[in-house]
C-alpha cells in the first residue's frame, strides 16, 4: 500500500468522503485515519488510493464498512459505572432540584444509543429517588452522531443482552423490558430526541443545556479540533453546565480556562461564568 509515498492521493480520497458523506476528516488524527482506510484497503486486496476510490463508488457495502471502521461506535449501557454513579448522586440531584425536572442533556456522538439512554435512565433514578417519577417527562436528552448506521439503530432501541453486562441488575429490572431484544421502557425511552449532527461542522442542536456529556469522540479528533469542539460545548452549556468528559479524555489548551473542576477522575467539568 502506497500511503507514505502518495500524500496527494490520501488527500484526494479524504476529500472524497468529505464531500460524499459530510465526514469532515481534516478533524481526525491522521495516524488514525490512515490505518483505518489500510485496514479496509489490504481487505480488499487494493493497492493504490485511486482504485479503492473508485471501489467506494461501485460498492455501497465497502463504503459503509470504511464509514464504520472511520466512526468506530463502540458503546454500552452505563459504561464506566462510577462515572455514572458520580452522576447520579452528585450531579444531577442538584440540576434536576434546580430545573424542577426539566432538565436538558445533550449526550454529544451517542453511538447506537446506549449512552442517551442511560442518561434517561439516570434522570429516571433522580426523579424517583426524589419522589416524583412521573417528572420525568419533562427531561430531554438530546442524542446526536454523524453516523447514520448508529442513528438508526439508536431510533429503533432494540439491544441485545450483551449491550447490558455493565448496567446493575437491579436498574436493569427497572427500566428494561424484553421482547425478542431488550428495549427500554417507553417511559423512559421518550425522553431521548435522536438527530443527525456532524459535531465538527454545527452549533449545538438546541441549546442551552444543563449537562453535555461527550465520551470516546474527541480522543479521534486533532489539538485543534478538540479545542474548538470545547468552546463549542461551552457556548452550547446554560450556566455553570456541566461538561462530562469521562474517563479517557481531558480538557486541553485555552479550553481549561472556561471550566472549573468539579471532578478529576471522572472528568467532569462546569462551565465558568
Ligand atoms: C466510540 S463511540 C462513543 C459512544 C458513546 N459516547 C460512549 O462513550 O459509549 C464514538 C462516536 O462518535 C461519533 N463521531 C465521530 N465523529 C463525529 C462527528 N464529527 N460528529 C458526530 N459524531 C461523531 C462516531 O460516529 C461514534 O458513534
Not at 493504490?48 to 461501485?58: A, K, P, T
Amino acid at each position: 500500500v502506497t500511503l507514505e509515498t502518495d500524500p496527494q492521493g490520501f488527500a484526494q480520497l479524504t476529500a472524497k468522503i468529505a464531500a460524499d458523506h459530510g465526514i469532515g476528516c481534516n478533524v481526525y488524527k491522521e495516524k488514525c485515519l490512515r490505518r483505518r482506510i489500510a485496514v479496509r484497503m489490504r481487505a480488499r486486496g487494493v493497492h493504490s488510493f485511486d482504485e479503492y476510490s473508485r471501489l467506494l463508488d461501485q460498492e455501497p457495502a465497502e463504503y459503509q464498512k470504511l464509514l464504520d471502521a472511520l466512526t468506530i461506535n463502540v458503546t454500552k449501557f452505563w459504561r464506566n459505572p462510577e462515572t455514572w454513579r458520580f452522576l447520579v448522586d452528585r450531579v444531577l440531584p442538584g440540576v434536576w432540584s434546580e430545573r424542577e425536572g426539566a432538565v436538558r442533556v445533550w449526550s454529544a456522538g451517542c453511538a447506537s444509543g446506549e449512552e442517551p439512554y442511560s442518561v434517561a435512565i439516570a434522570l429516571a433514578e433522580v426523579a424517583s429517588r426524589a419522589g416524583r417519577p412521573h417528572a420525568l417527562s419533562k427531561a430531554r436528552v438530546d442524542a446526536t452522531d454523524i453516523d447514520r448506521v448508529s442513528l438508526e439503530r439508536c431510533r429503533a432501541a432494540e439491544y441485545p443482552k450483551s449491550a447490558f453486562d455493565e448496567l446493575p441488575g437491579e436498574l436493569f429490572q427497572r427500566y428494561l423490558e424484553s421482547g425478542p431484544a431488550y428495549r427500554v421502557k417507553e417511559e423512559v425511552r421518550r425522553v431521548v430526541e435522536v438527530i443527525s449532527h456532524d459535531l465538527t461542522r454545527l452549533p449545538a442542536p438546541r441549546p442551552p443545556y444543563d449537562v453535555v456529556i461527550c465520551r470516546n469522540v474527541i480522543i479521534y479528533f486533532d489539538r485543534k479540533g478538540q479545542e474548538a469542539l470545547f468552546h463549542r460545548f461551552h457556548k452550547a452549556l446554560d450556566t455553570a453546565g456541566y461538561l462530562v468528559l469521562g474517563k479517557v479524555e481531558t480538557l486541553v489548551g485555552e479550553a481549561r480556562q472556561l471550566f472549573e473542576l468539579v471532578d478529576a477522575r471522572e472528568r467532569i467539568y462546569r462551565k465558568r461564568a
